[in-house]
C-alpha cells in the first residue's frame, strides 16, 4: 500500500519554465490537497479537491493552477515558474473533510526556480 | 495574520527532559490536529482532538485541546533522540474542507 505518491521528487526550473508536480493516492480518499512549505513556516494551502469533479483555492494560489484528474489523481500546474515558487510542496489526501479525518501527506517535491 | 501561532519556534533539550509545545488561536476549531515531520518525509499524524477539554495519552505524549476548542498543547515526559522533529498542529472547522497549519516547533533531543 503506497499511501499518496508524488513525482517527480525534485525539479529544478528557470524563471518562466512551465512543470506538473503529479500525485496519486491508492486510499480511495475522497478529498485531496496541494501545499507548499518553506523554512520557518508551516504547510500553506495552495488548492484543494473536497471531492472528484470540485476544486477550490487555499491561502496561496496565485501562480498555480490544478486539476482533479479523477478519484486517485490530484496534479499541480505552475505556468510561469518564479523564484518565489521555490519551496518544498506537499499532496495530501483525506477520506472525508479534514474536520473529521486525518490527512496522508506523501514525501514532497522539492522544486527550485532559478 | 497567521491563525494559528506555535511555541516555541525552536526547543533544544537533553534526553531525559520534559518539554510542552503550544498552540494558540483566537478562533475556534471543530477538530486539531498534531503532526510530527521528519526531514526529506511529509507529516505524519500523532493525533486528532475535537472535544473541548479533551487530554489524549500517547505513550509519552500527551494533547490538550483547550476547553474553548481555541488552543491546544503537546507534552512530552523523558523525551528521547527519536522524538526530534518539527511538530505541527492543523485547526480545522466544520464544513470548511481544509485546514490551517500552524508554523511548527522544531524539537530537537539531544543524547
Known sequence: NAGVTQTPKFQVLKT?????????????????????????????????SASEGTTDKGEVPNGYNVSRL????????????????????????????VHNSPLHFGNGTRLTVT | TQLLEQSPQFLSIQEGENLTVYCNSSSVFSSLQWYRQEPGEGPVLLVTVVTGGEVKKLKRLTFQFGDARKDSSLHITAAQPGDTGLYLCAGARTNAGKSTFGDGTTLTVKP
Not at chain 1, 31 to 43: C, E, I, V
Not at chain 1, 74 to 83: D, G, I, K, Q, T
Request: proline content about 5%.
Open chain 1, 16 to 48: 518562466g519554465q512551465s512543470m506538473t508536480l503529479q500525485c496519486a493516492q491508492d486510499m480511495n480518499h475522497n478529498s485531496m490537497y496541494w501545499y507548499r512549505q518553506d523554512p520557518g513556516m508551516g504547510l500553506r494551502l495552495i488548492y484543494y
Open chain 1, 70 to 97: 479523477n478519484k486517485r489523481e490530484f496534479s499541480l500546474r505552475l505556468e510561469s515558474a518564479a523564484p518565489s515558487q521555490t519551496s518544498v510542496y506537499f499532496c495530501a489526501s483525506s477520506e472525508r473533510p
